[in-house]
Nanobody, 122 residues
Framework: VQLQASGGGLVQTGDSLRLSCAASGYSFRNTVTGWFRQAPGKEREFVAA?????YYADSVKGRFTISRDNAKNTVYLQMASLKPEDTAVYYCAAGSRIITSTIRKETAYDYWGQGTQVTVSS
């Protein structure tokens, strides 16, 4: 099983960016797929997740959108109105036995991508 995250880069405040996470050896259908991020010196934190509905951290609600294309086995994170505090390494994750109460917990996820750096300059 491999999750490959891509799409990170250096952008300016207010810009948009779309991250992608493609899976091989694993089907996203009927699973929970999520995005987490880790800023320098901080713990990894939940950003967004998708099962039959979408879940977001309060810090990104209204600016980020998670979506999934089951046919392409790819999950996306569309990020808009980016802020310097969004700077982090972004990780995609997936799991098939996640219940709603744990969907924001990284320990609930079975598989992780390698991370992609997003840097937002002020």
């Amino acid at each position: 099983v491999q999750l490959q995250a891509s799409g990170g880069g250096l952008v300016q405040t207010g810009d948009s960016l779309r991250l992608s996470c493609a899976a091989s050896g694993y089907s996203f259908r009927n699973t929970v797929t999520g995005w987490f991020r880790q800023a320098p010196g901080k713990e990894r934190e939940f950003v967004a997740a998708f099962r039959w509905t979408e879940y977001y951290a309060d810090s990104v609600k209204g600016r980020f959108t998670i979506s999934r294309d089951n046919a392409k086995n790819t999950v996306y994170l569309q990020m808009a109105s980016l802020k310097p505090e969004d700077t982090a390494v972004y990780y995609c994750a997936a799991g098939s036995r996640i219940i709603t109460s744990t969907i924001r917990k990284e320990t609930a996820y079975d598989y992780w991508g390698q991370g992609t750096q997003v840097t937002v300059s002020s």
